[in-house]
């Protein structure tokens, strides 16, 4: 493998997919676009939506001439996946919300789904419950807010623990039910960056599932060799994004450079 694993979110979510990635390849080259002009994706179209992914992935494949791409985001993985796969020469990997190994590692059979509002609504996510968790209570959370928040926190502003508190109300209410929750999905890659957060906040002994340890292990299987490169920590975004500088280094990239994208984007 010649050339880095490309991680592609709206944002810094793709942070925790990264953080997967370090401690499975520590001598992997890694390279980061986001596309935070669109950030939340949540509020945009699916069509115009998935046709914008599949440029901006195009345009940060060729930047850093990346062999692998990996889709940090759900939105982005339920929407473009195909169209990628169908424009793009690499190996592309998505990102799906944790629901089966919750489902397996859950005692009590009360898991939680944590997600934006487009991945707790949309079929593709009930679908993975239908299959997967069908002998579980499933309570889905929509917490938009810890979005807000790991971007804002990123750039270094304080965590607001009453906004997150607030947005999690519903997920501590369930441990407090027969049966109880015991298991919760991280179904943004925002969320696994405030986990030390969550973990303090809950009220109740939790496991927190996310997808960062399968998406590593999925790249292992797709790339034959994973080597290092004079691409290893470059970062694109496609606005302006100086303030994340600090928190990109302490997940090992470089200070944002801008992305370069057709004058249709």
Same mark, same amino acid.
């Given at each position: 493998?010649?050339?880095?694993?490309?991680?592609?979110?709206?944002?810094?979510?793709?942070?925790?997919?990264?953080?997967?990635?370090?401690?499975?390849?520590?001598?992997?080259?890694?390279?980061?676009?986001?596309?935070?002009?669109?950030?939340?994706?949540?509020?945009?179209?699916?069509?115009?939506?998935?046709?914008?992914?599949?440029?901006?992935?195009?345009?940060?494949?060729?930047?850093?001439?990346?062999?692998?791409?990996?889709?940090?985001?759900?939105?982005?993985?339920?929407?473009?996946?195909?169209?990628?796969?169908?424009?793009?020469?690499?190996?592309?990997?998505?990102?799906?919300?944790?629901?089966?190994? !919750?489902?397996?590692?859950?005692? $009590?059979? &009360?898991? *939680?789904?944590?997600? @934006? +509002? %487009?991945?707790?609504?949309?079929?593709?996510?009930?679908?993975?419950?239908?299959?997967?968790?069908?002998?579980?209570?499933?309570?889905?959370?929509?917490?938009?807010?810890?979005?807000?928040?790991?971007?804002?926190?990123?750039?270094?502003?304080?965590?607001?623990?009453?906004?997150?508190?607030?947005?999690?109300?519903?997920?501590?209410?369930?441990?407090?039910?027969?049966?109880?929750?015991?298991?919760?999905?991280?179904?943004?890659?925002?969320?696994?960056?405030?986990?030390?957060?969550?973990?303090?906040?809950?009220?109740?002994?939790?496991?927190?599932?996310?997808?960062?340890?399968?998406?590593?292990?999925?790249?292992?299987?797709? !790339?034959?060799?994973?080597?290092? $490169?004079? &691409?290893? *920590?470059?970062?694109? @975004? +496609? %606005?302006?994004?100086?303030?994340?500088?600090?928190?990109?280094?302490?997940?090992?990239?470089?200070?944002?450079?801008?992305?370069?994208?057709?004058?249709?984007?």
């Amino acid at each position: 493998m010649s050339g880095p694993i490309l991680i592609f979110d709206s944002g810094v979510g793709g942070l925790s997919v990264a953080r997967a990635l370090r401690q499975h390849y520590p001598s992997a080259a890694l390279c980061y676009a986001c596309d935070n002009a669109w950030l939340p994706y949540g509020l945009r179209d699916d069509a115009t939506l998935a046709k914008r992914i599949v440029m901006v992935c195009q345009a940060a494949v060729q930047a850093c001439q990346a062999s692998v791409l990996v889709v940090a985001c759900n939105t982005a993985s339920t929407l473009a996946l195909e169209g990628l796969r169908q424009t793009l020469s690499i190996p592309v990997i998505g990102t799906v919300p944790a629901i089966k190994p !919750a489902a397996l590692m859950s005692t $009590s059979r &009360h898991i *939680g789904l944590l997600a @934006t +509002t %487009a991945t707790v609504n949309r079929p593709y996510t009930q679908g993975l419950i239908d299959s997967f968790a069908s002998d579980c209570v499933v309570t889905k959370i929509a917490a938009d807010a810890l979005v807000t928040e790991a971007e804002a926190w990123l750039a270094g502003t304080p965590l607001n623990a009453p906004r997150i508190q607030q947005a999690l109300a519903p997920l501590w209410q369930a441990t407090l039910e027969s049966p109880a929750l015991d298991t919760v999905v991280l179904g943004c890659t925002h969320f696994p960056l405030l986990q030390p957060l969550l973990v303090t906040l809950a009220p109740a002994p939790i496991t927190w599932v996310d997808s960062g340890d399968a998406i590593a292990r999925r790249v292992g299987q797709v !790339a034959t060799t994973l080597v290092s $490169s004079a &691409h290893d *920590g470059r970062c694109f @975004t +496609t %606005a302006p994004a100086q303030a994340l500088t600090d928190g990109f280094a302490r997940y090992g990239f470089h200070a944002p450079q801008p992305l370069a994208l057709p004058d249709a984007c």
